[in-house]
């Protein structure tokens, strides 16, 4: 069984910062957590899920959304099995359910249909 845990959502006012994040578990993860790229999307009310940030498995190569490029960073403990998203500069457009899913590749990747596993979500507000 796999599960994905997100924690640390909450309400922010604009230009205050949050950190999310993602606990792995799971015999898919326990001893191989490195070789799952992982990432974070978004999902706002009405609108589609989007594309936040991905990292490799081994954390040397990240990608950014446009959108949050020079304000959010992704990071990860393989020896923790745990991924994180460091949200700095947050505008209320940042608002939304944030996910985060694991990719049973360790390359990176930007698009919902690579990743095959995903958390429940946790919610972010950011108030003007």
């Known amino acids: 069984q796999v599960q994905l845990v997100e924690s640390g959502g909450g309400l922010v006012q604009a230009g205050g910062s949050l950190r999310l994040s993602c606990a792995a578990s799971?015999?898919?993860?326990?001893?191989?957590?490195?070789?799952?790229?992982m990432g974070w999307f978004r999902q706002a009310p009405g609108k589609e899920r989007e594309f936040v940030a991905a990292?490799?498995?081994?954390?040397?190569?990240?990608y950014y959304a446009d959108s949050t490029k020079g304000r959010f960073t992704i990071s990860r403990n393989n020896a923790k099995n745990t991924v994180y998203l460091q949200m700095n500069s947050l505008k209320p457009e940042d608002t939304a359910v944030y996910y985060c899913?694991?990719?049973?590749?360790?390359?990176?990747?930007?698009?919902?249909?690579?990743?095959?596993?995903w958390g429940q979500g946790t919610q972010v507000t950011v108030s003007s």
């Open positions: 799971g015999r898919t993860f326990s001893n191989s957590f490195s070789s799952y790229a």
């Open positions: 990292i490799s498995g081994s954390g040397g190569t990240t």
């Open positions: 899913a694991g990719r049973s590749n360790r390359w990176a990747a930007e698009t919902r249909r690579e990743y095959d596993y």
